[in-house]
């Protein structure tokens, strides 16, 4: 068999989880929770499945939970989404990105990607037969920032698709107001599309708003806005997200959807939607995070790692140049093996070789296991 994904192998996240739980390791590599969700929401779900809510759910996902994702919508961000013709419930935002790229990018299209980036947006792109067009982002005081000059300059007639994410996996960074405008100048007068990953909505700290596409009415109207109740409830492994997009752009994404995943588990849509009637959970994240931020921020302040930014997501980059001069994937497995704390290297997020001597901590952890990690880290 040809492989159509010839450069791909397994993805560095497995990579780090193996190798932790085989030295032991702390890891704060993968990006997950080592707590447990609300039970509440575990009721929720499981009152779902004992009243009989086992079957088939429509294509597009419960109406109950469709309702409930465009009421937060329109409360947080002030766009009012049609449940029926413009939420889809998807199974993560993987399948949500995927079945996005797929709907949208005919064979030699080309889809903008900003890197670092997540990395299941290049084989997605490659599926389809587009052509990722990486724009790197620059380092400056501030930390990692979208150079939009050069976004604008990697337009070409064969652009059909420019992906965001914000708050930015791995780097942490968040796109604000002048970033929006900058996409909004970019894009008007084209047919450019917009896939926005906004996974970690709900996790941007110091007072700071989201920046949703679907604040910025331009944006809204050829955007796709992809988010996961796997981070916003602290349940990665149910895999389940949604996508809110314009009826038009809408119809087209469940036309895949459909032959995709056709839907998604029944009794996590109910639970989902009972507990979103709540929005406390969501709308106390940002404090919940940012003490866990500053907490680990504060110990990493005694190492002689160096702290870039972390304004949104559970990410911290730290540049490690003080301490190796190793590559970023051998330092992070030395520092799983030797130090028993496992990180990803960020050069994991760049699709030719890019070393900047930084790596990746996730801090969705229990105050202990932060304490446990900069307890060795503070030997490095
Ligand atoms: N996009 C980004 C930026 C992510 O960090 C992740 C999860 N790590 C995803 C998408 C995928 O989310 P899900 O687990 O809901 O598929
Ligand atoms: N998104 C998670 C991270 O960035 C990992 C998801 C995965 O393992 N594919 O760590």
Redesign the pocket.
Known sequence: LESKLPHVGTTIFTVMSALAVEKGAVNLGQ?FPDFDCDPKLIDAVTAAMKSGLNQYPPMAGVPALREAIAAKLEKIYGHKYDAATEITVTA???QA?LTAILCIVHAGDEVIIIEPV?D?YVPAIELAGGKPVPVQMTMGAEGYSVPWDRVAAAVTPRTRLIMI?SPH?PTGSVLHEADMRALEDIVRGTNILIVS?E?YEHMVYDGARHESVCRYPELAGRSFVVS?F?KTYHV?GW?I?YVAAPAPLAAEFRKVHQFNVFTVNTPVQHGIATYMADPVPYLDLPLFYQRKRDLFRDGLKNTRFRLLPSDGTYFQCVDYSAISDMPETEFAKWLTTEIGVAAIPVSAFYNEPKESGIVRFCYAKKDDTLRLALERLTKV
């Open positions: 990006g993560g935002a993987t990105l997540y299941s994410n996996n990953d996974v996961s796997g990665t895999k997200g």
